[in-house]
């Protein structure tokens, strides 16, 4: 963990990184099917790649394939925690219709994933890393294949579920050698951050992925590769690749609003500052300086095992025929409003990237402003592999966007569950960049984007922003009579 900065950049571009691929689209032949390269990261927030601004982070894979890519800059997920907005991405419902309200609830195994909804016997697949929702080392939802990395949930397994099994990558781990760290024989998370880059999980994946492109390259094929990283514990090999100037303090740091904050976002960050967190401060700047800079080095551990799988995609010859999807299941907040994590409002929270490259439709590179939704995934993906949209699914196909095309812009709705603790919200953010946040139980917040970008001046009450605050509130109102949410929001201050 010593290294110089030299020799950090030497690994980099050493054997573990594979050129990086310049992927050449148009060449499909008639009749066949596309494969799906479903890439997606745990806790990251949009900007951190250049398309959304951040041109200092190590990042050359992904910079490059949204060079090639419609990119969407005002993504969001449908709830800010793992679990539910996991559940949104891999089936096409709200967190409210797959019940996966909070973290460690489990998908039902009658509600379909893409690839049951697809049901096309042609297709091979494959699930590839973090899970979250439930039995998380064992295939299920429709996949042939299926390489765990997380040994964390075995007490939330299903109760006929063996809990002394462990993931692919404890196997793996293994026979490298490696001792459990923990009493009940597992390697914890902050065992595995502290291993050499090829044994982390994004180089297992990496492999693993490669392994299976390279194998299946003569039949249509689907692969999710989900990486953990950058979640926390914001600890890995390359923390000192970034300078404090490459991976700065957010510029909404401190960043605590004047106005009314809801409460629980206080007891959030009041909690984290109260302890330390891996041995820093959270009270002091120097602290949240590190931990971005960690934070950036897991972005680039990432990037680096994309550039592998991206180049077993061209080597193989299936750029050509291969529709990617990069996205994350939710934001970070890193330090904004003097928080980490997410669960929270803000834009850093709720907003992600997406990325698209669907080569054999010939369109050009170039990004929609408008805002979209998770919700939109499951049925863009499965038009996009030929297969009619169930009316079951609530969210509209991006098609039209993808191919340039004028498409009404539309609110964007998120979901909040706390469970009985705590309060139920629901946010709408408008396309002229409006964003209401309400619950049932603490503050509201209502933010104009466009002036206050950095979300610092809550809007939520004032005289002048009623007229706008109704007009938010009746097109929640509509989308919840439309999806059959049963919350209940107040009516607006």
């Known amino acids: 963990m010593n290294l110089t900065r030299r020799q950090y950049l030497a690994q980099l571009t050493g054997s573990l990184f594979a050129p990086p691929a310049i992927l050449r689209g148009g060449s499909r032949r008639p009749g066949e099917k596309p494969n799906l390269l479903f890439l997606w990261t745990d806790e990251q927030r949009a900007d951190t790649m250049a398309a959304y601004g951040n041109r200092t982070y190590r990042v050359p894979v992904l910079n490059r394939l949204a060079s090639q890519s419609v990119v969407f800059l005002r993504c969001y997920d449908t709830q800010p925690v793992c679990t539910p907005a996991r559940s949104t991405v891999m089936t096409g419902l709200w967190p409210h219709?797959?019940?996966?309200?909070?973290?460690?609830?489990?998908?039902?195994?009658?509600?379909?994933?893409?690839?049951?909804?697809?049901?096309?016997?042609?297709?091979?697949?494959?699930?590839?890393?973090?899970?979250?929702?439930?039995?998380?080392?064992?295939?299920?939802?429709?996949?042939?294949?299926?390489?765990?990395?997380?040994?964390?949930?075995?007490?939330?397994?299903?109760?006929?579920?063996?809990?002394?099994?462990?993931?692919?990558?404890?196997?793996?781990?293994?026979?490298?050698?490696?001792?459990?760290?923990?009493?009940?024989?597992?390697?914890?998370?902050?065992?595995?951050?502290?291993?050499?880059?090829?044994?982390?999980?994004?180089?297992?994946?990496?492999?693993?992925?490669?392994?299976?492109?390279?194998?299946?390259?003569?039949?249509?094929?689907?692969?999710?590769?989900?990486?953990?990283?950058?979640?926390?514990?914001?600890?890995?090999?390359?923390?000192?690749?970034?300078?404090?100037?490459?991976?700065?303090?957010?510029?909404?740091?401190?960043?605590?609003?004047?106005?009314?904050?809801?409460?629980?976002?206080?007891?959030?960050?009041?909690?984290?500052?109260?302890?330390?967190?891996?041995?820093?401060?959270?009270?002091?700047?120097?602290?949240?300086?590190?931990?971005?800079?960690?934070?950036?080095?897991?972005?680039?551990?990432?990037?680096?095992?994309?550039?592998?799988?991206?180049?077993a995609l061209e080597a193989s010859g299936q750029a050509d025929n291969t529709i990617i999807v990069f996205t994350s299941d939710h934001g970070e907040m890193m330090g904004s409003h003097s928080l980490y994590g997410k669960q929270v409002a803000y834009e850093e929270a709720v907003r992600v990237p997406l990325l698209l490259y669907v080569p054999f439709r010939k369109h050009k590179a170039f990004s929609v402003s408008q805002p979209v939704s998770h919700i939109s995934l499951v049925p863009t993906l499965l038009e996009l592999l030929g297969k009619r949209v169930p009316e079951l699914l609530p969210g509209k196909s991006l098609l039209p966007l993808l191919e340039g095309r004028e498409q009404m812009p539309?609110?964007?709705?998120?979901?909040?569950?706390?469970?009985?603790?705590?309060?139920?919200?629901?946010?709408?953010?408008?396309?002229?960049?409006?964003?209401?946040?309400?619950?049932?139980?603490?503050?509201?917040?209502?933010?104009?984007?466009?002036?206050?970008?950095?979300?610092?001046?809550?809007?939520?009450?004032?005289?002048?922003?009623?007229?706008?605050?109704r007009q938010l509130y009746e097109q929640l109102l509509q989308w919840q009579a439309r999806v059959q949410d049963p919350a209940r929001m107040p009516e607006p201050a």
């Not at 964003?435 to 939520?460: A, C, I, S, T």
């Open 97 to 311: 219709q797959t019940g996966c309200l909070q973290n460690n609830i489990p998908l039902k195994p009658e509600t379909k994933t893409l690839v049951e909804l697809l049901d096309d016997p042609d297709y091979y697949t494959g699930y590839f890393g973090k899970w979250h929702l439930g039995d998380e080392v064992f295939p299920q939802h429709g996949f042939h294949e299926w390489i765990s990395i997380e040994d964390t949930y075995t007490e939330y397994y299903s109760p006929a579920r063996d809990r002394n099994a462990r993931s692919s990558y404890h196997q793996f781990l293994v026979e490298l050698g490696y001792t459990p760290n923990t009493k009940d024989r597992k390697f914890s998370r902050d065992f595995a951050v502290r291993l050499p880059v090829e044994h982390c999980k994004p180089a297992f994946l990496a492999r693993e992925a490669t392994r299976f492109i390279l194998q299946n390259r003569h039949r249509p094929w689907i692969l999710y590769v989900n990486f953990l990283e950058p979640h926390m514990p914001f600890f890995g090999p390359y923390n000192d690749l970034h300078s404090s100037e490459e991976a700065p303090v957010p510029a909404n740091y401190p960043g605590i609003p004047i106005r009314n904050e809801p409460q629980r976002y206080h007891r959030i960050r009041a909690e984290q500052q109260q302890r330390p967190y891996q041995g820093l401060d959270l009270t002091q700047r120097a602290s949240w300086e590190r931990l971005n800079r960690n934070y950036a080095g897991l972005c680039t551990q990432v990037d680096q095992a994309l550039g592998r799988i991206l180049w």
């Open 410 to 469: 539309e609110p964007v709705f998120i979901e909040w569950h706390s469970g009985e603790s705590g309060p139920t919200g629901r946010y709408v953010v408008s396309p002229e960049g409006w964003k209401l946040v309400l619950y049932d139980r603490d503050h509201g917040m209502l933010f104009d984007q466009r002036r206050d970008p950095l979300e610092l001046h809550n809007l939520y009450g004032e005289p002048a922003y009623r007229q706008i605050t």
